[in-house]
């Protein structure tokens, strides 16, 4: 009974502190699958080389390079300034001209004087909606018109109907509203 105690695995659990005696390493299964294939594919490559190198071939390669790049002849072309000058003159002369066309048509332009008729609706539209105004905008613009209007600036109500109608009303009902 003793030795069903001390070979427990309840009691081998305490002496030793892990659950088994044996362990694998962290990621060992993951890995597993990928390495016994891959050892499998290498089985499956011959074992002859496939390419051959002739004799010699690194000791020789350095003079057959520079035998090839010593019989390159070079030959330097010099441009003279004077050359080049005169091959640019033509497009400076052609930019010059579209540059004084195009400004002269844009500035002593005119005919076309934007005005909100010429603007497009949407046009309108890209420029309210992107710019933002506020009542401080608004008021700083109108500021002496808004001074000069009341709250009745576009009715038209005569003086006469004023006075109809304030003796049309009660007299009690105005006297009430007053307290």
């Not at 891959?38 to 190198?53: D, G, I, P, Q």
């Not at 390079?65 to 441009?79: D, H, N, Q």
């Not at 195009?102 to 420029?127: A, H, M, P, V």
Request: proline share 2%.
């Amino acid at each position: 009974m003793e030795n069903e105690i001390k070979n427990s695995e309840y009691y081998i659990q305490n002496k030793v502190g892990r659950a088994t005696g044996f362990s694998a390493p962290t990621n060992y299964f993951d890995t597993l699958e990928a390495g016994i294939s891959a050892k499998l594919s290498e089985e499956k490559f011959s074992k002859k080389t496939a390419f051959k190198v002739p004799e010699n071939y690194f000791s020789k390669i350095d003079t057959s390079i520079l035998y090839k790049v010593s019989s390159i002849k070079k030959e330097t072309k010099i441009i003279s300034f004077k050359k080049r000058f005169f091959k640019i003159i033509p497009f400076v002369a052609a930019a010059s001209i579209l540059l004084f066309v195009g400004l002269n048509s844009f500035i002593f332009n005119t005919n076309n004087k934007l005005t909100l008729d010429s603007l497009s609706d949407n046009d309108i539209e890209y420029w309210l909606d992107s710019n933002t105004l506020n009542n401080q905008d608004i008021a700083s613009i109108l500021q002496d018109e808004i001074l000069d209007e009341n709250e009745f600036y576009f009715s038209d109500i005569k003086d006469k109907s004023i006075e109809e109608y304030i003796n049309s009303l009660d007299n009690d009902t105005l006297l009430n509203d007053l307290n």
